[in-house]
């Protein structure tokens, strides 16, 4: 009988078993993963690098469809401080102090935190390591198909028993990493409420006539979601663009909600400032500068040369020079620099999404994690109805998570015993 078993070795998995170990050498823990090694997505994360937290940890940084007060509920633990990772007191740890002491040093750029040695490899390398060191029974290529209880007791696969479960699967996303979305139908059995899960952090696709000629383009602008005509969310920096999509962190943070805005037959239109320094009017005197230019060369003068090329081609301007224009061609000209719209047509799925946006109802989980429709079975990580945006966020809730339910079962053991 083990006294906590953990369901997946990813980044809050692990990082469950290594602080339940750490306080307590005696706890009989045992980790579970259906792959042959552990922290198959940590090792992809940060295009290798593992961004795996941030400096600015304001909490509009994280969505939840569940009440923001249950989220901030969970961040409100006693003894841990969730937001300050860096500022932290004598008496608060953060998942920083966790990831020092098992190995991972840890480097700032501009506000993102990665691994020293700027490689996820080395994180999931310690990982392994102090996971040997505190002498955790880790299971690899067992796939955890079932979950029961008997009076006090889970019993896993009909073979493993245990007091404590913990399930921490992660969502839907990347599924060839393992995160198949189990860990739904676990806790769904045992009660609970699974919001609508969505591909999050992810390209959308438009049906703009010119996208193939952009394809390899980027452009830094500021950029806004617009639903039926209404602007949701701006997010400020670089563009990418695909053969059929925007891509590129500002697109992915506007990502969230497009698949259910979609699925609602709502207009989801991307909205673009091309050359967000200058107002239409100063780009109007500049174009006009350069009266015997064909439009599109006057447009390359500003943005990128395809962008250039396209704009002029939607307004039928393509063969026309600036001096051709009237006054108010000129100001449509001008108001699409700043205002290029692309309708989108879809998202990426979940196989190329970074996560999962929705998830299991934080309201039905205590402060410290725990179900509150069954004793001793607890989730943390990207399975529990928390997202955040692109930039260290979901693996300093995956990781924290995990801190938060170690606490809690320690907490436990130590008033029984
Ligand atoms: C390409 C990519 C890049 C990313 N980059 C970043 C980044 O730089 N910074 C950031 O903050 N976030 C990033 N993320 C998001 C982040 O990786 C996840 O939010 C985080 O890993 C979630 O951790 P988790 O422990 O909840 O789930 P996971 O890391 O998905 O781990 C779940 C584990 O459970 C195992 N499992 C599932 N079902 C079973 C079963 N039935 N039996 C046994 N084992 C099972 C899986 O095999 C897996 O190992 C990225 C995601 C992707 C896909």
Redesign the pocket.
């Known amino acids: 009988m083990y006294d906590v078993t953990i ?9 469950c078993a290594l602080a339940l170990k750490e306080k307590n050498k005696s706890l009989k823990v045992l980790l ?4 042959d090694k ?5 090792s ?4 290798g ?6 400096t600015n940890t304001d909490i509009s940084n994280f969505n939840s469809d569940s009440n923001l007060s249950d989220f901030k509920n969970v961040l409100e633990v006693d003894n841990f401080d969730f937001l300050n990772v860096l500022d932290n007191t004598d008496d608060m740890e953060s998942y920083y102090d966790y990831l020092i002491r098992c190995g991972v040093l840890i480097t700032k750029e501009k506000e993102y935190l990665y691994p020293y040695s700027m490689q ?1 490899i080395t994180v999931c390398k310690s990982f392994e390591r102090y996971l040997n060191y505190l002498n955790v029974a880790v299971k690899y290529s ?4 079932k979950v029961t209880k008997n009076k006090d007791v889970f019993i896993i696969n009909d073979d493993i028993k245990s007091k404590v479960v913990v399930v ?4 839907k ?2 599924p060839k ?4 979305g ?2 739904y139908n ?1 806790l769904k059995s045992f009660g609970h409420t699974i919001t609508d899960l969505y591909p999050s ?1 992810t390209h959308l696709k438009t049906d703009y006539k010119h996208i193939k000629d952009l394809q390899g383009v980027r452009v830094n602008a500021v950029t806004s979601l617009s639903v039926d005509g209404w602007i949701e969310k701006q997010e400020e920096g670089q563009v990418q663009f695909t053969h059929d999509a925007l891509s590129g962190i500002c697109i992915f943070n506007l990502s969230r909600d497009v698949k259910k805005y979609l699925n609602e037959n709502k207009t989801v239109k991307i909205k673009m400032d091309l050359v967000p320094d200058y107002s239409g009017l100063e780009l109007q005197s500049y174009i006009a500068s350069f009266s015997s230019y064909k439009l599109q060369d006057a447009l390359s003068c500003i943005i990128n040369n395809k962008l250039a090329v396209a704009i002029a081609k939607e307004l039928k301007y393509t063969n026309m020079l600036v001096k051709e224009l009237n006054k108010n061609e000129l100001d449509g000209v001008c108001f699409t620099l700043k205002n290029m719209y692309f309708n989108i047509t879809d998202t990426g799925d979940f196989n190329t ?3 999962t946006s929705g998830g299991v109802k934080l309201d039905e989980f205590t402060k410290g994690l725990e179900s509150s429709k069954c004793k001793g079975l607890y989730a ?4 529990l109805d928390v ?2 945006k ?9 990781f924290n ?2 801190i938060i339910a170690a606490n809690d079962i320690l907490r436990r053991d130590h008033e029984k015993s």
């Open positions: 369901i997946g070795a990813g980044a809050s998995g692990v990082m579970l993963e259906k792959n552990l922290g198959k997505k940590l992809i994360t940060g295009n690098r593992c961004n795996l937290g941030n996820a067992y796939d955890v198909v921490a699967t992660g969502g996303s990347y990493t393992g995160s198949t189990f860990g676990v952090l999404a970074q996560i943390v990580g990207e399975v997202d955040g692109c930039g260290g966020y979901n693996l300093s809730w995956a998570s995990a």
